[in-house]
């Protein structure tokens, strides 16, 4: 299952996929793993991200395996999406976690980061296919 999935994502998905290879490259010295079908390495950055069959994490994060099976989703959502996942989840994404005025609109209505529709989905996603796997 997890070749024909590495084929799909470097197919299907091959724009996310290959930004995440780029992005595995310059943080090839850090720590890499497998979780379920994608690569998962610990970077420094302070955020997540999934790009195709990568995912990214905080190095020593507390709740790691919160975070990637929440990027986990994410891997998913470039398997449905394909082509348009850049654009449908990527960038929204990557906005509503990083735009200062994002995150001040979401202390000030006490608003979870997980609310908006990318993430929300995403963790529906992890949720649904690790309980059913």
């Keep these: 299952m997890r070749f024909l999935i590495t084929i ?7 724009a996310q996929s290959l930004l995440g290879f780029l992005l595995f490259l310059v943080n ?7 979780y379920r079908n994608c690569i998962v390495t610990e970077w420094a950055s302070g955020n ?11 190095n020593g994060l507390r709740f790691k395996d919160n975070i990637i099976k929440h990027e986990y989703g994410h891997c998913i959502q470039s398997l449905i ?22 995150e001040t609109w979401r202390g000030k209505r006490k608003i979870s980061y997980y609310s908006f529709y990318p993430e929300r989905w995403a963790n529906l996603l992890a949720d649904k296919y690790i309980r059913e796997n």
């Design 8 to 14: 799909i994502q470097l197919t299907w998905g091959l």
């Design 81 to 102: 999406l394909g082509p348009l996942y850049l654009l449908v989840i990527g960038l929204p994404s990557f906005m509503w976690c990083n735009v200062p005025y994002f």
């Design 28 to 34: 090839i010295k850090h720590k890499h793993y497998w």
């Design 48 to 58: 997540g991200c999934s790009l195709g069959l990568f995912v990214f994490v905080e």
